[in-house]
Protein backbone atom coordinates (compact mmCIF):
# COMPACT_ATOMS: atom_id res chain seq x y z
CA UNK A 1 0.00 0.00 0.00
CA UNK A 2 1.18 3.65 -0.69
CA UNK A 3 1.83 5.77 1.90
CA UNK A 4 0.17 8.49 0.21
CA UNK A 5 -2.95 6.58 1.10
CA UNK A 6 -2.23 6.27 4.17
CA UNK A 7 -2.01 10.01 4.71
CA UNK A 8 -4.65 11.38 2.50
CA UNK A 9 -7.14 8.94 3.25
CA UNK A 10 -8.29 8.84 0.57
CA UNK A 11 -7.41 7.40 -3.55
CA UNK A 12 -9.09 8.70 -6.89
CA UNK A 13 -9.83 5.45 -8.78
CA UNK A 14 -10.88 5.80 -12.47
CA UNK A 15 -13.87 3.02 -13.15
CA UNK A 16 -16.09 2.44 -15.64
CA UNK A 17 -19.53 2.94 -14.58
CA UNK A 18 -22.55 2.84 -17.29
CA UNK A 19 -20.25 2.89 -20.07
CA UNK A 20 -18.66 5.61 -19.05
CA UNK A 21 -14.96 6.48 -17.34
CA UNK A 22 -15.23 8.41 -14.35
CA UNK A 23 -13.34 9.29 -11.05
CA UNK A 24 -14.27 8.00 -8.27
CA UNK A 25 -13.29 8.41 -4.39
CA UNK A 26 -12.48 5.70 -2.48
CA UNK A 27 -11.67 6.80 1.19
CA UNK A 28 -10.03 4.50 3.52
CA UNK A 29 -11.68 2.52 5.98
CA UNK A 30 -10.38 0.08 9.07
CA UNK A 31 -12.17 -3.49 9.15
CA UNK A 32 -11.71 -5.90 11.62
CA UNK A 33 -11.37 -9.66 11.33
CA UNK A 34 -9.81 -13.05 12.21
CA UNK A 35 -6.61 -12.04 11.05
CA UNK A 36 -6.68 -8.58 12.68
CA UNK A 37 -7.50 -4.86 11.54
CA UNK A 38 -7.00 -4.72 7.72
CA UNK A 39 -7.10 -1.23 5.38
CA UNK A 40 -10.03 -1.16 2.79
CA UNK A 41 -10.70 1.37 -0.20
CA UNK A 42 -14.62 2.11 0.43
CA UNK A 43 -17.25 4.20 -1.72
CA UNK A 44 -21.22 4.43 -1.84
CA UNK A 45 -21.12 4.02 -5.53
CA UNK A 46 -22.79 1.50 -6.51
CA UNK A 47 -20.38 0.02 -9.03
CA UNK A 48 -20.53 -3.49 -11.29
CA UNK A 49 -18.80 -6.31 -9.78
CA UNK A 50 -15.81 -6.76 -12.58
CA UNK A 51 -15.21 -3.29 -12.64
CA UNK A 52 -14.47 -3.74 -9.21
CA UNK A 53 -12.33 -6.62 -9.33
CA UNK A 54 -10.32 -4.90 -12.30
CA UNK A 55 -9.78 -2.02 -10.09
CA UNK A 56 -8.99 -4.13 -6.90
CA UNK A 57 -6.55 -5.80 -9.03
CA UNK A 58 -5.28 -2.49 -10.07
CA UNK A 59 -4.61 -1.10 -6.98
CA UNK A 60 -3.78 -4.04 -5.06
CA UNK A 61 -6.07 -3.33 -1.93
CA UNK A 62 -9.24 -4.52 -1.18
CA UNK A 63 -12.05 -2.03 -2.44
CA UNK A 64 -15.88 -2.00 -1.06
CA UNK A 65 -19.27 -0.37 -2.56
CA UNK A 66 -22.57 -1.76 -2.38
CA UNK A 67 -22.16 -4.22 -4.55
CA UNK A 68 -19.51 -5.97 -2.12
CA UNK A 69 -16.02 -6.64 -0.61
CA UNK A 70 -13.45 -7.48 -3.20
CA UNK A 71 -10.30 -8.29 -2.67
CA UNK A 72 -7.12 -8.97 -5.49
CA UNK A 73 -6.72 -12.06 -7.37
CA UNK A 74 -5.32 -14.56 -4.65
CA UNK A 75 -5.04 -12.36 -1.65
CA UNK A 76 -7.19 -11.92 1.78
CA UNK A 77 -7.67 -10.14 4.77
CA UNK A 78 -4.24 -11.60 6.52
CA UNK A 79 -2.46 -10.07 3.54
CA UNK A 80 -3.38 -6.81 4.68
CA UNK A 81 -2.06 -6.14 8.01
CA UNK A 82 -3.29 -2.37 9.15
CA UNK A 83 -0.67 -2.54 12.11
CA UNK A 84 2.28 -3.44 10.12
CA UNK A 85 1.05 -0.79 7.21
CA UNK A 86 1.27 1.66 9.35
CA UNK A 87 4.82 0.76 10.62
CA UNK A 88 6.60 1.42 7.46
Do not use: C, W
Not at 34 to 58: H, K, Q, S
Amino acid sequence: MDKRILKDGFLQIKVRVSGMLQNHKFTLKKENSAFGDYYILETEVPIMAAEMMRAANEVEMPLRSPTGLFFPRGKSPKDFPAKAKEAE
